[in-house]
């Protein structure tokens, strides 16, 4: 079990283009979750994704970001026209149906700087 | 919000000693997590405890929830026990992946 694979782990990216993450669950894993974390603070929830369904976006900004999570493939999480206050650590973590939070597993992060 | 405080911020110890490390929670919960973030930034999931005392191996976490704190200790501390250290909580009625996170105590062990 290859645990939650995310990609890149590092990503720059110049003021005002497009930054993708991605983020591959454990294997039997259908619910996902985005968080954020900035320099020394804790991780702030951003997205809760199932399959094809947005169920919780309380925590993403308004503009310039989203994600989602098809059937097939990875989740995308994608900040257009990036700004400087968006470089830090992006994690992402999954479960199963039946665990929820008990078993959230996290990856081990993109750390997005913009230059 | 619901707020989740940690203490103390930042704690030095000689490897072996023990410590205790502490949150704070303003509101009702129904889930708490501790998580330990290690120097390389690696996420792992430690304790899932809305309630009671659990062991695994020389950490140990306790939560009285009705009076809304957890205890996360550790025990003959290593090396490898350095990095930061979050708890999370989920408030009732909030949504399974909706976890608050404290800002973290950052420990660190010496040789």
């Known amino acids: 079990n290859a645990g939650v694979m995310q990609n890149p782990r590092h990503l720059v990216r110049r003021r005002g283009q497009e930054a993708r993450l991605r983020c591959s669950p454990m294997?039997?894993?259908?619910?996902v979750y985005w968080y954020r974390q900035l320099p020394e603070e804790g991780l702030k929830f951003m997205v809760y994704l199932q399959k094809e369904n947005i169920i919780d976006e309380s925590g993403m900004p308004k503009e310039r970001f989203s994600a989602e999570f098809p059937k097939e493939g990875p989740s995308i999480l994608r900040i257009q026209q990036v700004v400087r206050g968006d470089s830090a650590a992006y994690f992402c973590?999954?479960?199963?149906?039946?665990?929820?939070?008990?078993?959230?597993?996290f990856g081990s992060g993109t750390r997005l700087t913009v230059v | 919000g619901i707020q989740v405080e940690q203490s103390p911020p930042d704690l030095i110890l000689q490897e072996g000693a023990n410590s205790t490390l502490r949150c704070n929670f303003s509101d009702s919960v129904n889930n708490l997590q501790w998580f330990h973030q290690n120097p390389w930034g690696q996420l792992i999931n430690l304790f899932y405890?809305?309630?009671g005392t659990k062991q695994n191996g020389r950490l140990s976490a306790t939560t009285v929830a009705t009076e809304r704190y957890s205890l996360l200790y550790i025990s003959s501390s290593q090396t490898t026990d350095s990095g930061v250290y979050f708890c999370a909580v989920r408030v009732d009625g909030g949504s399974q992946g909706n976890l608050i996170f404290g800002k973290g105590t950052k420990l660190s062990v010496k040789p």
């Open positions: 973590a999954s479960s199963s149906p039946f665990e929820g939070n008990y078993g959230y597993t």
């Open positions: 294997k039997g894993h259908s619910h």
């Open positions: 405890i809305p309630s």
